[in-house]
């Protein structure tokens, strides 16, 4: 496949040809066919050859069934279906033994797949929670042919419009049914228990009690009845429960289970949630402006975009440090992190063709592809060190190797400070009447401030004395008419034994 002809801007004004590029265009397929976003992307090594892959979570569009399809190269390795959407992929390590091989956990609806060698070895699901009484009682009458099939439907949708906890799935179905399909339904369901069941809306992964970068991890599930679940790696029982007043959407971890971590959660509600261990509830909370469509955390620095085509910089107490406004829409965003050099930075994905890498503020390097990027993945992959990983909307496959001499400089004059704040002023040389002059304010420094504190008293008295008698004898400093207005005003001029009054 030919390699994409897309541009590279190197942070300093001025695009760059081929050679003076930052990047290597390794393999460029427009017909792909992979739909899906940074959450869905991971890269591993699966198999424990040392051959890192890259694992999709297909969306599936077109009517099309979603696919967990895994790739070598260029090529699709393997693909299977799967049963419903998938929310996120990631991939950790379950345990100590040898071979350290990762797991790869795929969270899709109310399920988490975790695979081991590509074969599917353990499946959890989220706890059912509890119908709403009034539904489930509408359901027992229904049962016993209390109540018709109309009423039913006028009853829950009334419960849907006023209670808080939303109904079941087939209280839901059940409604979107035409009045002469109404009868065989509940016919065919009524006898059955109302099940409610909540999916799985992000998740991500959290050092176990270790911060190396082969050390056990447990799962962190975020789902749509505002609640976050911490499961154990080797159990996959629930070790850790967490409320919040939203649903999230991103979320961001650091620290170890066992010892100390913090969990940023970025909710529908525009909110971001901060919460440490042993809380069950968020400790702080930092309020956007707009809706946020990523969410990176940069060593301490929360980095947020939001649907405001900008991105904002928080530390974990909520505290905005910075913000930097995109030229277009952002449309996805995900971490680079360059291990060599000691590099971490965001990636962000516009929809205007562009994605631009920035440390901070600092915007380090542009690039242009032929289509909006709407997922992007940085790691290992293959024997590379340093691979980027992105996907179009129209399907495409983009992969980038970073060349090892490329090294990212802050510039462009669009961020940052102006470069001539760091020339340095030619500031004349001190004088011997300044030295003098500075020996004599030491010495009689309370001498002086004792005579201006005085002067300015006794101007304060003066003015006061003028102003009362201007107005005993209607001389008002202030013009009377709107048409010209007029106001006297004292300024003292002067700093010392000697000042001006100027009015």
């Known amino acids: 496949m030919a390699a994409a002809s897309s541009s590279d801007y190197n942070g300093c004004g001025a695009e760059s040809n081929e050679a003076n590029s930052k990047w290597l265009d390794a393999h460029y397929d427009p017909m792909a066919n992979i739909h899906t976003f940074s959450a869905c ?21 077109g009517g099309q069934q979603p696919r ?5 190269g260029p090529l699709v390795m393997t693909e299977s279906p799967l049963p419903a959407l998938p929310a996120a992929a990631a991939t950790f390590l379950m345990e100590q033994h040898e071979p350290r091989t990762p797991a790869l956990a795929l969270a899709s609806g109310p399920c988490v797949y975790v695979y081991k060698n590509l074969r599917p070895y353990f499946k ?47 209280s839901l179905r059940f409604l979107q049914l035409e009045l002469s399909e109404m009868e065989a339904f509940v016919n065919q369901h009524k006898s059955n228990s109302i099940k409610r ?8 992964t959290l050092k176990k009690n ?10 962190v599930l975020g789902t749509e009845n505002k609640e976050l679940l911490v499961l154990d790696p080797e159990a996959f029982t629930i070790l850790a429960k967490m409320s919040l007043p939203s649903v999230p959407v991103f979320l961001e971890v650091s620290g170890q289970f066992d010892v100390e971590f913090r969990l940023a959660a970025a909710c529908r509600n525009g909110n971001i949630y901060i919460l440490r261990r042993d809380s069950k509830h968020p400790k702080y909370c930092i309020e956007l402006s707009a809706q946020p469509v990523g969410l990176i955390r940069v060593h301490k620095v929360l980095v947020v975009g939001s649907t405001q085509d900008s991105l904002h910089g928080f530390t974990h107490k909520g505290k905005k440090l910075w913000t930097v406004q995109m030229p277009a829409a952002i449309l996805t965003m995900n971490l680079l992190e360059q291990h ?19 440390r901070d503020k600092a915007l380090l390097n542009v690039i242009h592809t032929p289509d909006a990027v709407t997922s992007l993945c940085f790691g290992r992959y293959g024997r590379e060190d340093n ?44 004088t011997r009447l300044y030295v003098d002059q500075t020996l004599r304010e030491r010495e009689a420094g309370t001498a002086m401030h004792r005579a201006f504190q005085t002067d300015l008293y006794l101007l304060r008295l003066r003015a006061a004395r003028a102003y009362l008698q201007a107005l005993e004898s209607s001389l008002s400093p202030m013009s009377a008419t709107a048409r010209e ?8 001029q002067g700093l010392g034994l000697s000042h001006h009054s100027c009015f």
């Open 210 to 219: 270790l911060a190396d970068e082969d050390a056990v991890s447990c799962l």
């Open 485 to 492: 207005p007029l106001k006297l005003h004292a300024v003292v």
């Open 340 to 358: 060599s050099r000691g590099l971490q930075a965001v990636m962000t994905g516009l929809a205007n063709g562009e994605v631009r890498i920035y």
């Open 387 to 430: 691979t980027l990983i992105m996907t179009t909307r129209g399907g495409g496959l983009i992969i980038k190797i970073l060349k090892r001499t490329a090294v990212f400089v802050e510039g462009g004059s669009e961020v940052g400070p102006p470069p001539a704040q760091a020339m340095k002023l030619n500031v004349p040389r001190k």
């Open 41 to 61: 992307l991971a890269l591993a090594d699966l198999h424990g050859d040392g051959e890192y892959k890259l694992v999709v979570g297909d969306l599936g569009p």
């Open 68 to 72: 967990l399809k895994v790739l070598k």
């Open 197 to 204: 069941q909540t999916v799985i809306t992000t998740m991500t």
């Open 124 to 170: 959890f699901s989220l706890p059912q929670l509890p119908p709403n009484p009034l539904e489930q009682d509408l359901w027992n009458q229904a049962k016993e042919d209390r109540i018709d099939p109309l009423t039913l439907k006028e009853m829950l949708e009334s419960i849907r419009e006023t209670a808080e906890e939303p109904l079941s799935v087939q």
